[in-house]
């Protein structure tokens, strides 16, 4: 432990949590493709596919550093009773969510392929749902740090002093 660097007043090694500022990257991208996609396909503006192609591409990569530093800061976390189901259902979530992210990009990538002028109704529906998911995880996020408090200074103080079980 001695060569690990000390816990400050958010029980972070490093000054803030990073992983919000990583997954609102991915939430931005996320909902501007399907926003794009939306726009595009009843525009008949074809261009706007290749927009959404590439912020679903990134997307698809960032969520994976978004879950690293998720599952760091969630070890770091005091997570006290309360806190718990809606922590482990937001890991949970938040694992799954990569997958579907994952399989709606590779989804996006044969339909790219194949003819990038085009995409078919089934998938802008899929795109809705997974807006709705995406809308489901940030729920959760926004319980655990504005409920919640996790890796707020105030929080991690009252569990140092034990009034937080």
């Not at 949590?17 to 503006?45: E, Q």
């Not at 929080?155 to 009034?163: H, Y």
Request: glycine letters at 6%; hydrophobic letters at 50%.
């Amino acid at each position: 432990m001695k060569y690990l660097p000390p816990l400050n007043d958010h029980n972070l090694p490093y000054p803030d949590t990073i992983h919000p500022i990583v997954v609102h990257f991915v939430i931005a991208m996320i909902l501007f493709a399907i926003l794009c996609d939306l726009i595009g396909y009843f525009s008949h503006n074809y261009r706007l596919y290749e927009v959404s192609w590439w912020n679903l591409f990134f997307a698809t990569i960032s969520i994976f550093i978004a879950i690293v530093f998720g599952q760091i800061e969630a070890g770091l976390a005091e997570a006290y009773t309360a806190v718990e189901s809606t922590l482990n259902l937001h890991t949970i979530f938040g694992w799954s969510l990569s997958g579907v992210i994952c399989a709606v990009t590779a989804w996006r990538y044969v339909l790219r392929s194949r003819d990038p002028k085009s995409l078919p109704l089934p998938f802008l529906g899929v795109g809705v749902v997974l807006v709705g998911l995406v809308c489901f995880q940030t729920y959760l996020g926004d319980l655990l740090v504005w409920v919640y408090g996790l890796h707020t200074v105030t929080v991690v103080e009252a569990f140092r002093e034990g009034t937080l079980q």
